[in-house]
């Protein structure tokens, strides 16, 4: 049944018709993308694309914060870790979700600056600035575990004095 | 009275002289550049004396400070026209020869023939030129005599009264001449200046240049001392051993007149050495005057210290993700495990290891954790609140979890019943000591006891992390020397952290530190539990207890180098791998040491 009929007499028809008038406005111009088209097309952009989407507009800020659009950036590139896919987002999700792992963690780890500093360095390469392939085995419990850490200072802490 | 005189003259004449100071300065720096090219040439010229346009050698300096100390005696008690042909009649011919001119005044005064004062700016080497602008100056007299007298008091207003013999090693310190001599007039300054002399050390340790000049001079069979500011780190480490020689020695006097030269001169020093230097000077003058640091302070309070000491530096991170990793490698089979952790503090450990538990190829194992901490005087439970929040983190993440906390004022106090140790078919136990086991070492018996406790727990792993160096021996100088070696270290990571000097975080984990010197230093007995000892000696009393080391496998390493590339800001942390333990520290100095354990006596190896 459908309720978009324009002669519809009741009383929020005014506002019906205002919508409507909106999303006509926006159907012009590059922003054409409904929701769901746009969540497809992200699905396929690396992490610096998907970030700067989010600044483009508020439907788009809304469509790229999505936590699956940033678990598929951050599992997308990094080692197997033994872990189902459920059991991963039953920890991470209620912790802070990937985008903040991501921006975080994985993200600094991942810059030059930060690899050459350590003595070992697998993750080497420095192209334009391009972040790596892939982050370890270690590189990604690390982030796991300083994201718990975080979650756990931001806890209320009663006892610490100020 | 005639010291106090020195003082007056030196307190009135201190802001003129800082005065005429700053601007010969001003005027200089367009020479200056100048100055410094040919004061290198020249060679073997005192360095901030040349930037005021004076040129002494040093080898010249005691000698110089001879005349002018005598100079000055003679300003001092003559009277005022007695002296005024010194200002207009003497020819200064090289004005920046400061030995020179000293010696042409002190002639004059010998011998009063009227001369002509006659500002010759002999050579031709820029060097005059700033003391010519200045010459040429109508009230250059007064400026002389003010430069001369500000000179004269810097040397003086200095400690002068210390015994500075007692520092070893120092080159620039001459043997004194006539020893009985000088310690008799010593004792009768000692006991004459009292507290006006700290006033004229505020002076002369604030001016502008910072000269750390020291004289300890009177009668001229008196020591003349004198240093430059490059030298001050050196005399500065230097007194605070020998200060720590007097204390073990039982010369209390003497300790105590050079821990108020420490003072001073860490006051001219700046960043970490400066405050490693004031904290160690505090607990030495605690330890002198027997005023001894309650230990019985809040232990939030402490806690609240590590956990800006967690926040500024990556120790306590390394140790916690080290130690966390073996346990894991421990818990790898098991479905139920339990953890004892002999320093609950904040429970900053356990998220990450909850978070790896419950990434676990398989789900989480049960998990439960038995706190340890010390009496709160409040009655407050410190301890079942930190549990609490771990158990609505451990909700959170799906992770089945359960908590008892213990208060014990000594683990030794511990009995292995009280834990409620399941059998290891049914629960995997580990071990967690961060920071805590040194301190048994301060009652006899202690160690041992707990050792067999943990024992009788049987542990599937055991994971100790101390602090790398040894300050249990059993004499204080070399306590006290290993001491100011390891917190300089650390002083000097935390000063390269990067993190702003006014920053809070900074501040707290200095004062969390300074709390650890003073123990060290100023404690003894029982009431002296900072006793750390190296892995060396760790692993010798873990093997005669009857443990057996476990490795640390190569991914605790590189989470542990991530973390520092990730966290530590400078590059100067290391992470090392020494026979299975790691250790991390400040350039080429271990300082903490992580290590694991587990029951020499397991029948099914690990």
């Known amino acids: 049944m459908k309720r978009s009929a324009p002669d519809y007499q009741v009383p929020g028809a005014d506002q019906k018709m205002k919508k409507l008038k909106e999303e006509a406005q926006e159907e012009r111009g590059l922003m054409n993308l409904d929701e769901n088209l746009l969540y497809e097309v992200l699905k396929h952009v690396d992490a610096r694309t998907l970030a700067m989407a989010s600044c483009v507009s508020r439907l788009w800020r809304q469509t790229a914060k999505d936590e699956r659009l940033w678990e598929l950036i951050c599992t997308r590139h990094w080692a197997n870790i033994g872990c189902g896919t459920q059991q991963l987002r039953s920890v991470v999700l209620p912790l802070g979700g990937f985008r903040r792992l991501h921006s975080l963690y994985l993200w600094p780890l991942s810059k030059p600056q930060a690899a050459s500093a350590s003595s070992w360095a697998p993750i080497s390469r420095m192209i334009n600035s391009k972040p790596p392939a892939r982050w370890g085995k270690d590189e990604v419990h690390l982030c796991l575990s300083l994201l718990s850490i975080q979650y756990y200072e931001k806890m209320n802490f009663t006892n610490r004095g100020k | ?606």
């Open chain 2, 1 to 606: 009275m005639k010291r106090e005189h020195e003082e007056i003259c030196g307190a009135t004449s201190y802001g003129s002289g800082s005065g005429s100071k700053a601007e010969s300065s001003t005027i200089g720096n367009p020479n200056k550049g100048k100055l410094w090219e040919e004061e290198q040439d020249a060679g073997g010229m005192d360095e901030l004396l040349a930037v005021l346009g004076y040129k002494v050698r040093y080898s010249d300096m005691a000698d110089v400070a001879q005349k002018l100390e005598q100079l000055e005696m003679v300003m001092g008690t003559a009277q005022e026209d007695g002296i005024s042909h010194l200002s207009c009649d003497t020819i200064h011919y090289n004005p920046s020869d400061l030995s020179g001119w000293v010696q042409s005044m002190l002639t004059e005064l010998n011998n009063p023939a009227a001369v002509n004062l006659d500002p010759v700016l002999g050579n031709s080497n820029s060097n005059s030129s700033i003391l010519g602008q200045i010459n040429h100056d109508p009230s250059k007299p007064q400026r002389q005599q003010q430069l001369v007298s500000s000179n004269q008091s810097q040397v003086y207003n200095d400690d002068s009264e210390y015994d500075l013999r007692a520092i070893p090693g120092v080159a620039a310190n001459p043997p004194p001449k006539s020893e009985s001599d000088s310690e008799s007039t010593r004792k009768r300054m000692k006991t004459s200046i009292g507290s006006s002399g700290s006033t004229g050390y505020g002076s002369s340790s604030s001016s502008p240049q910072g000269i750390g000049v020291s004289g300890a001079v009177t009668e001229s069979t008196r020591p003349v001392v004198l240093i430059d500011s490059q030298e001050t780190g050196v005399r500065l480490v230097h007194t605070l051993m020998a200060c720590a020689e007097a204390v073990q020695q039982d010369n209390l006097k003497l300790a105590d007149a050079l821990v108020k030269h420490i003072g001073l001169l860490a006051a001219s020093q700046a960043g970490a050495m400066r405050k490693v230097a004031t904290y160690f000077a505090e607990a030495l003058a605690r330890r002198i005057y027997r005023i001894y640091p309650q230990d019985s302070l809040d232990p939030s309070y402490t806690d609240i210290l590590q956990m800006h000491f967690y926040e500024t530096c990556p120790y306590l991170k390394f140790a916690h993700f080290t130690a966390n990793q073996a346990i894991l490698e421990a818990f790898a089979t098991a479905n139920s495990v339990h953890v004892i952790d002999f320093g609950l503090k904040q429970g900053m450990q356990w998220p990450a290891l909850m978070q790896a538990l419950a990434l676990r190829p398989g789900g989480p194992p049960a998990f439960r954790l038995t706190g340890i901490g010390p009496p709160q005087p409040d009655n407050s439970d410190a301890l079942q609140q930190v549990g609490w929040k771990l158990a609505q983190l451990a909700d959170t993440i799906g992770v089945e979890f359960e908590f008892r906390g213990f208060f014990a004022t000594s683990l030794a106090d511990l009995e292995p019943e009280m834990l409620e140790i399941r059998p290891p078919e049914v629960e995997a136990v580990a071990v967690n000591s961060v920071f805590e086991l040194h301190r048994l070492l301060a009652r006899p018996g202690g160690i041992e006891k707990v050792l067999s406790s943990i024992k009788a727990m049987k542990p599937k792993i055991l994971t100790v992390v101390e602090q790398e160096a040894n300050h249990n021996g059993p004499f204080f100088v070399d306590r006290f020397t290993e001491a100011l070696h390891y917190y300089s270290s650390l002083f000097d990571s935390l000063e390269g952290s990067g993190v702003a000097p006014p920053s809070q975080d900074l501040v707290m984990s200095e004062l969390y530190l300074g709390r650890q010197i003073c123990n060290v230093v100023a404690c003894e007995g029982m009431d002296r539990i900072e006793r750390h000892e190296t892995l060396t000696q760790w692993r010798t009393r873990m093997e005669t207890a009857g443990f057996s080391p476990v490795h640390l496998g190569s991914n605790a390493y590189k989470q542990a180098s991530m973390l520092l590339a990730l966290f530590a800001g400078g590059d100067g942390y290391r992470v090392e791998e020494n026979n299975g333990c790691l250790m991390l520290g400040w350039h080429t100095r271990p300082l903490i040491a992580t290590s694991a354990w587990q029951l020499a006596t397991t029948e099914s190896g690990k």
